[in-house]
């Protein structure tokens, strides 16, 4: 790579410049919703949800750069905590918005099913009238 003083951009690796854009995208995805482009990637590759971005797999039908978002999603996890503010859209397995982040990957490690709680329950399914509605685990 070339400096600047000589004719170049003054990049020295690329790659890193690659993933600092990359974050610059999760953070307007996250942040900046007015966006066409964040309004296409929550209804292409969301599947209409910000909240799917935690849990969707990579895929073929994706495009290269909607891989690499979803790749670096544990790069950007702890960054970014959910607002819980009316539980509808938190999930309370997978978002972040407990001091523990994931509750299913600081409690469970993939076994959530064994809870009785499904892995899709939000916190206002679980928490009625400031008080937890939570049922007894299974024991298997």
Wanted: hydrophobic fraction near 40%; proline fraction near 2%; glycine fraction near 8%.
């Amino acid at each position: 790579m070339k400096s600047k003083k000589n004719g170049g951009l003054g990049i020295n690796d690329l790659s890193t410049w690659n993933i600092y854009w990359c974050l610059r995208l999760i953070w307007l995805l996250f942040f900046q919703s007015g966006s066409l482009w964040v309004a296409w990637f929550r209804n292409e590759v969301l599947d209409g949800s910000l909240s799917n971005y935690w849990t969707v797999k990579t895929s073929p039908k994706f495009s290269w750069l909607a891989n690499k978002l979803i790749k670096l999603r544990e790069v950007v996890f702890t960054s970014i905590k959910m607002r819980v503010g009316n539980g509808r859209s938190c999930r309370f397995w997978i978002d972040n918005w407990s001091p523990f982040g994931s509750l299913e990957r600081y409690l469970l490690r993939g076994s959530s099913e064994r809870s009785g709680i499904s892995q899709s329950a939000t916190l206002s399914e679980l928490c009625v009238v400031g008080r937890w509605a939570l049922s007894p685990c299974k024991i298997r």
